[in-house]
């Protein structure tokens, strides 16, 4: 069925009016009035709606249904990622939302190669990459993407999860199984990566300070652009959200 | 400590002669007389050297310890991929194999959009993606990219596995988590995901009929490139090898 963000629809008295670009949409679909579709308001609930009308200025669909959009995950999964060079990012991004992140935010670490000026004038172009995986990936909401800034702030967002895993390849380190058996029923959870260089062991002591999980995924040697989205899956997986 | 791969390394009466690249490679990395290194035999062994001598023609270092790759995964896990666009093999090859896999195969489906006469000309190419991918990530073995021909030679790999997996966006599916949590000994795995426009109906209806598990990996729709490395992520979970 198709299936539409509602960026510029109006929910009221049992109809939806669309207009703008979302109503070309429909028209480019050639939807004819009594077919249905789903409109999702962009924060996890979906309008399966019967179209009424398609003109030229706009399109009115009545709401048959409202339901949760089932393919948003029970946990809210935020990525945290010591920002990496080149186009590794909008492979993080487009990887960590079809995998199930709700937000992905960039950081500056020790270790970073990559250290734009100004990372804000790319947030324009990741959210637009986080937009389109959401569209595609069937996606209830349109995760966010930002800069967290510097590593004391994102080890602040971190912490202020119901889970805070942190991913490091050496040392004391808490197998990921462990952590998350014992964790299943979390509704929210952040998962820290670093980037090409990885994390200084200053800033492992840190995380551990402030009590994030120190965790292995295993012996493998994961690039900076791979982790994210393997704890993403592992996370989904251990919390039922990929079945 | 150094990794090295063994291509033109000798193992014999406990000493390692290595010659051509491998050599240079020690040469490279100014390593001296007395210093540690691994040298893997790609077959899953690492033997644990010291240098004992390294000139311009070779390399030779006493064996200290022989010991299994940590690196390698318990679960030997095929994965096998509908053909799909451009550089998105790339992409499967190096993910999958940084996640564990230990063999990847692309087979012609009825919905693949890609269609080279000759993907036998390809092999070398995505070869040296697999084995740059396993330097990398510090594997055991080098993963054999290779092309499985037809959709039956395909199933009928996955078939010859303890445990095949056949990923499917719609239709009756067994839950991945009920599948892997009632197989998470298993020794072999296959992985089966479509091309681009998935599989068709009679094709899922095959793999039923061969006696693949038909799994569900939750209602978001995954890339064709994202849903191998997903797959092989929450495999390598439930068998213990992501901790």
Same mark, same amino acid.
């Given at each position: 069925?198709? @299936?539409?963000?509602?960026?510029?629809? $109006? +929910?009221?008295g !049992?109809m939806?009016?669309? /207009?703008?670009?979302?109503?070309?949409?429909? @028209?480019?679909?050639?939807?004819?009035?009594g077919?249905d579709?789903i409109?999702?308001? !962009?924060? =996890?609930t979906?309008?399966?709606?019967?179209?009424v009308?398609?003109?030229r200025?706009?399109v009115?669909? &009545?709401v048959?249904?409202?339901?949760?959009?089932?393919?948003e995950?029970t946990?809210?999964?935020?990525? #945290?990622? =010591?920002?990496p060079?080149g186009?590794?990012?909008?492979?993080? *991004?487009?990887?960590?939302?079809?995998? !199930?992140?709700?937000e992905i935010?960039?950081?500056?670490?020790d270790?970073c190669v990559?250290?734009?000026?100004?990372?804000?004038?790319?947030?324009?172009?990741?959210?637009?990459?986080?937009? &389109?995986?959401a569209k595609q %990936?069937?996606r209830g +909401? *349109?995760p966010?993407v930002?800069?967290? =800034?510097?590593?004391?702030?994102?080890?602040?967002?971190? $912490?202020?999860?119901?889970l =805070?895993?942190f991913m490091?390849?050496? !040392?004391e380190r808490?197998?990921? $199984?462990?952590?998350l058996?014992a $964790?299943s029923?979390v509704?929210?959870?952040? +998962?820290? /990566?670093?980037?090409?260089?990885?994390?200084a062991?200053?800033?492992a002591? #840190?995380?551990r300070?402030v009590?994030?999980?120190i965790? %292995?995924?295993g &012996? @493998?040697?994961?690039?900076?652009e791979?982790?994210p989205?393997?704890?993403?899956s592992?996370?989904?997986?251990a919390?039922g959200n990929l %079945?």
């Open positions: 069925m198709p @299936r539409f963000f509602m960026a510029g629809t $109006n +929910i009221m !049992g939806a009016i669309m /207009t703008g670009r979302d109503a070309e949409h429909v @028209r480019v679909l050639r939807l004819r009035p077919e579709m409109i999702c308001d !962009g924060k =996890g979906d309008y399966k709606c019967r179209l009308k398609a003109d200025e706009q009115e669909a &009545e048959i249904e409202v339901v949760p959009c089932p393919a995950p946990v809210q999964v935020t990525v #945290l990622c =010591g920002l060079k186009d590794r990012t909008d492979y993080i *991004i487009q990887k960590c939302v079809e995998a !199930g992140a709700s935010m960039f950081f500056q670490s270790r990559a250290k734009p000026d100004k990372p804000e004038k790319k947030l324009e172009r990741w959210q637009r990459i986080a937009e &389109e995986a %990936s069937g +909401i *349109i966010q930002s800069w967290a =800034g510097e590593y004391a702030d994102a080890l602040n967002v971190a $912490n202020q999860k119901e =805070g895993l490091y390849e050496t !040392g808490e197998a990921l $199984n462990t952590v058996e $964790n029923d509704k929210t959870a952040a +998962i820290v /990566t670093g980037p090409e260089g990885g994390f062991p200053f800033e002591d #840190l995380a300070i009590g994030l999980h965790c %292995s995924m &012996e @493998r040697i994961l690039r900076c791979t982790a989205v393997v704890a993403v592992a996370l989904m997986y919390t %079945s």
